[in-house]
Nanobody
Framework: QVQLEESGGGSVQSGGSLRLSCAASGYQYSTYNMGWFRQAPGKEREGVAGINSEGSTNYADSVRGRFTISRDNGKTLHLQMNSLKPEDTAIYYC??????????????????????WGQGTQVTVSS
């Protein structure tokens, strides 16, 4: 059973930075597709950034140039978030797919593509 555990959330002021991490266990493949999603109160969950098993990435327009997704050793996912804004406030979730087949980069932000989800970590940005 694949398990994902996020860490690194917290509270920062506008313009600050945070680094989220997601540790994956129980996965049979050496590398795989992983993504970061977020959900703000009263809003639908949205894709933030994703990386496929080949290393291609995709970002939401709202975070492009400010957030960077990366992966260590194939099983620890990171999201470096710079120049944070109050509208970035949300619960952030990491997710991964059941299949090791690489997702097309344009599908990396579609939550329907993912099978396993972490419990989330809160990010709060104050103005």
């Amino acid at each position: 059973q694949v398990q994902l555990e996020e860490s690194g959330g917290g509270s920062v002021q506008s313009g600050g930075s945070l680094r989220l991490s997601c540790a994956a266990s129980g996965y049979q493949y050496s590398t795989y597709n992983m993504g970061w999603f977020r959900q703000a109160p009263g809003k639908e969950r949205e894709g933030v950034a994703g990386i496929n098993s080949e290393g291609s990435t995709n970002y939401a327009d709202s975070v492009r140039g400010r957030f960077t997704i990366s992966r260590d050793n194939g099983k620890t996912l990171h999201l470096q978030m710079n120049s944070l804004k109050p509208e970035d406030t949300a619960i952030y979730y990491c997710a991964t797919t059941k299949s090791g087949t690489s997702l097309r980069w344009w599908r990396l932000l579609e939550d329907s593509q993912y099978n396993y989800w972490g419990q989330g970590t809160q990010v709060t940005v104050s103005s």
